[in-house]
Each structure stands twice: as structure tokens, then as C-alpha cells.
């Protein structure tokens, strides 16, 4: 089954983030990408020019022409773009019973720009009250907690009040720490906090200014897998796994934030990760590792 991921978000012109990326990383890992686009930016890899949200009744047209007629298995949203439209989508998406909603709480983008006003950050509530997972990084976790975040220990317990609050899964993304003490090498950790309690996702730190995207890429890749079927805990293995590829095949493009290489050149992911790792290239079996399928 190709799996039919609905994306809400906006478009980025560089073609690093936002629905652009979205498509890619759908497409890569065999899934089916739609869209609702919520706004355009003009932005670069040196920053965000200009934001312009798409009005909220053409939203809601493209949710439901979708709806309508090619179906869903999962939807990711991403950037609002205004808090009329985020309470609009919540509307329109509280009808749709048993649908994974993933729900990437975008408010920064990796320049700096803002993308989000307070009067949206506060619309996100409903769409967080309905989500399956909500991945926030570290700044935009520390916003919605009003908790500072400066280790691993104060991600979980972020992490943690946002999943009690609104009684979801949440994937804090801890991206943005610094090496931690018990560390043996430079990496990054992400948390999946559930009720039933914590996965630890670790992978080396890869030293690049080429990683523009990443946090839209990983929600898009888990929303992938959930609608494929795949549990939470391989979707998002899967996931963490696409984005250490597209990384580590980052085409140096531009002066800035630089956009990362999602189509692997003609590489899939696994077998980028087979040889980094030096597993050998029996990417079949590493592939495998995440279809729990049958």
C-alpha cells in the first residue's frame, strides 16, 4: 500500500524546508505526498525575505479537495502561517476520527526568522489537543513549556509536561543541546515520551551548516511510516535514520543554512548508512529492520 500523507504547511522558495521538503522525504520513503499550502516565504539559505500567508477559506479548499477524493492514511502539519487558519484546520480536521496527526510546532525558522506570531503559537493548542505526536525542537519546547532547556534531563521533563498536557506522544528533538557528559562522542538525542514511557533516539552529530529542513523532514518521514503502518517506535527509528542519510548527503548548495540532500544523489539512505557505519552493504537487511508489517 503507498500510504497517502496529507501535508499542511509552507512553501519554502530555497527548497530546503516546508512543503518542499515535505514532498521529498513522502516520496523517498515510498509514500503518496498532497498538500495544503498555508503560506509562501521567499527565503534562501541565508534567512527568510518574506512570509505570506495563503488566505484561510483556499487552505480549507485544498484540505478538503483532498479529503474529497484521494483519501488519507496520516497527516503532517507544519507551518500555520495565522491563527485563523490554525483554528479553521482544527475545525475541519476534528471530524476525521482515528487519523494520525503529526504536528510540528514550527515557530523558527533555522535563520531566526520568526514564523509564527504569539496569537498563533497560542492557536496551536486545539491542533496539539488533536495530534498523535507532536515533535518540537529544543526552543520551541522550551516556548510551549515557558521551561528553560539547557540538558537532557530538562528535555524529558519538557517533553513530558507537553505530553500530559495534551495527552499525546511527543518527539523532543534535543538538536539544539550541547554535547552532554556522558556522551562518548559528539550526538544528538531525541526523546519519544509517551505514558508508557521514554525511547532514547541517538546518532552521531554531524558537523554541517547544510542541515536547513531537518525538523520538517523528520515529521514528514514519521508521518510516512505511520501511514504505511508502521509502529511509532519504527517510524520514528526509520525517520531518525532518513535524516542522519540526507545529512551526510547534504549538497553544499548556498552561503548559509544549506538545504540537505534528500534524494541521496542515486543512494538510498540505508545504503549511505550501511557504509558510514561500516555494517557492510547488506542494506536489504537494514532496510527490513523498520517494516513490522508482517
Known sequence: MTPRILIIAGSDSGGGAGIQADIKTVTMLGGHA????????????????????????????????VLSDLGVDAIKIGMIGSPQTAHAVADHLAGLRDMPIIFDPVMVATSGALLADKATVAAFERLMGMALLI?????????????????????????????????????????HLGDQPQDDAPSVQDLLIRASGVSEYRMPRIETRHSHGTGCTLASAVATGIGRGLTMENAVDRAEAFVAGALFNAPQFGGGHGPMGHAMGTTPFYHTLASVNEQGFDATALAAQWDDRA
Not at 484561510?56 to 484540505?63: K, R
Not at 515533535?135 to 500530559?164: Q, Y
Open 34 to 65: 498532497m498538500t495544503a499550502i498555508t503560506a509562501i516565504t521567499a527565503q534562501n539559505t541565508l534567512g527568510v525575505q518574506g512570509v505570506h500567508p495563503i488566505p484561510t477559506a483556499v487552505v480549507i479548499e485544498q484540505i478538503e479537495s
Open 135 to 175: 515533535t518540537p525542537n529544543v526552543p520551541e519546547l522550551a516556548m510551549l513549556t515557558g521551561t528553560p532547556i539547557e540538558d537532557i534531563d530538562a528535555l524529558e521533563a519538557a517533553g513530558n509536561i507537553l505530553a500530559r498536557r495534551y495527552g499525546c506522544a511527543v518527539l523532543a528533538k534535543g538538536g
